[in-house]
Each structure stands twice: as C-alpha cells, then as structure tokens.
C-alpha cells in the first residue's frame, strides 16, 4: 500500500504562482509513475502531468510551458510547480501513483485562481 498527502494549494491571483508538493510513504520502493490530477466543479478529472522513473514527463495541452512536474527522485516526492495560473485552472489538484498492484490517491488540495 502506498499513502498520498498533498500540500501546497491556496488562494491565488491569476498570473500568479504556485508550487504543490506530494508526499509518498509506504510500499514506494515499486513505484513507477507519479501524476497529477485535477478536477473542477462540474467537470470530469483530468491529467494534469506525469513523472515516470526514467524522468519522462508528459503534460496536458492546457498547462505545458506553464506547469513543471518534479521530483521523484527517491520515489517519495513529486512536486507540480504552476506559473501564470488562470482562472480555469481552478480545481482540486489530486497526486496519483502507480506500482505494480494498483494506483494510489491523495486526498486532494483545493487551488483556486481568483483576483
């Protein structure tokens, strides 16, 4: 089993700023990819970005050159730093990983993008 406790969300203007972090504990060693996630109101989840072992990374249209997934070095922290935040990028940011028995959920953090 892996636990997922996310971190890092808040209140902030557009254009501004914000770094989420994701913090891994458990059975980490199997690991083998990190992601983040998102979902607003009304609206289905979606991918955000992914972090593979080998340090392949992948983004969702809307956020590439504006986010950079990180991190995951020693299979227990990934970070997604958001820059030029909009007003739809207003969501509840979940981490997510997958090893070789399943996939794994954070309780969510709430970003909100707002002047």
């Known amino acids: 089993q892996v636990q997922l406790v996310e971190s890092g969300g808040g209140l902030v203007q557009p254009g501004g700023s914000l770094r989420l972090s994701c913090a891994a504990s458990g059975s980490i060693f199997s690991i083998y990819r990190m992601s983040w996630y998102r979902q607003a109101p009304g609206k289905q989840r979606e991918l955000v970005a992914t972090?593979?072992?080998?340090?392949?990374?992948n983004y969702a249209d809307s956020v590439l050159g504006r986010f950079t997934i990180s991190g995951f070095d020693a299979k227990n922290t990934v970070y997604l730093q958001m820059n030029s935040l909009k007003p739809e990028d207003t969501a509840v940011y979940y981490c997510n990983c997958a090893d070789s028995w399943g996939d794994y959920w954070g309780q969510g953090t709430q970003v909100t993008v707002s002047s």
């Open positions: 972090i593979t072992t080998g340090g392949l990374t």
